[in-house]
T-cell receptor
Framework: KAGVTQTPRYLIKTRGQQVTLSCSPISGHRSVSWYQQTPGQGLQFLFE???????NKGNFPGRFSGRQFSNSRSEMNVSTLELGDSALYLC???????????FGNGTRLTVT | GIQVEQSPPDLILQEGANSTLRCNFSDSVNNLQWFHQNPWGQLINLFY???GTKQNGRLSATTVATERYSLLYISSSQTTDSGVYFC?????????????FGKGTRLSVIA
């Protein structure tokens, strides 16, 4: 069974640009969560989706948005990028919100 | 929201040694998971353990929900055990809440 797939693996963007990150969950998993990981703040929750509905949203500005499609694939978008958005963005999937989380390899975003 | 504290923050072990990592949390939990992040950044789910004890090879975990803590035991450590160990919890106390991660324990196993 294929694991969680995140694309792209690496991204370099400049301030002010926008970026879209993609996540394909494990087959059969309907819950997808996104986390931002930085050395200073650790793992911070961004969004959680279940069956195309946003179930939870973390304390991030409105520049961060996400969605989930009918096939459970998810995307997150960050607009008007800032230097502080440089981080490892991790996607995780689970069968449902109360099941074990399985993470992808992440997308490392660098904003210059 | 729920607070998660992990200890110790850093741990250095000689290969073959045993260790215990601790996770304290501030509220009743619905869900508690342990993860290992290897030096390449990959997060691996080790245990889903809101209560009780589980074992998987050299690793085992115990959660005492009534006392609000969980322990991860690593026996006969190997260099491949190096990395950061995270505990993550959520609570139903205030409706649906996301999984909150502790700051982790960084483990270095030296040969």
């Amino acid at each position: 069974k294929a694991g969680v797939t995140q694309t792209p693996r690496y991204l370099i963007k400049t301030r002010g640009q926008q970026v879209t990150l993609s996540c394909s969950p494990i087959s059969g998993h309907r819950s997808v969560s996104w986390y931002q990981q930085t050395p200073g703040q650790g793992l911070q929750f961004l969004f959680e989706y279940f069956s195309e509905t946003q179930r939870n949203k973390g304390n991030f500005p409105g520049r961060f948005s996400g969605r989930q499609f009918s096939n459970s694939r998810s995307e997150m978008n960050v607009s008007t990028l800032e230097l502080g958005d440089s981080a490892l963005y991790l996607c995780a999937s689970s069968l449902d919100p109360n099941s074990p989380l399985h993470f992808g390899n992440g997308t490392r975003l660098t904003v210059t | 929201g729920i607070q998660v504290e992990q200890s110790p923050p850093d741990l250095i072990l000689q290969e073959g040694a045993n260790s215990t990592l601790r996770c304290n949390f501030s509220d009743s939990v619905n869900n508690l998971q342990w993860f290992h992040q290897n030096p390449w950044g990959q997060l691996i789910n080790l245990f889903y353990i809101p209560s009780g004890t589980k074992q998987n090879g050299r690793l085992s975990a115990t959660t005492v929900a009534t006392e609000r803590y969980s322990l991860l035991y690593i026996s006969s450590s190997q260099t491949t055990d190096s990395g950061v160990y995270f505990c993550a919890v959520d609570t139903l106390r205030k409706g649906n809440t996301p999984l909150v991660f502790g700051k982790g324990t960084r483990l270095s196993v030296i040969a």
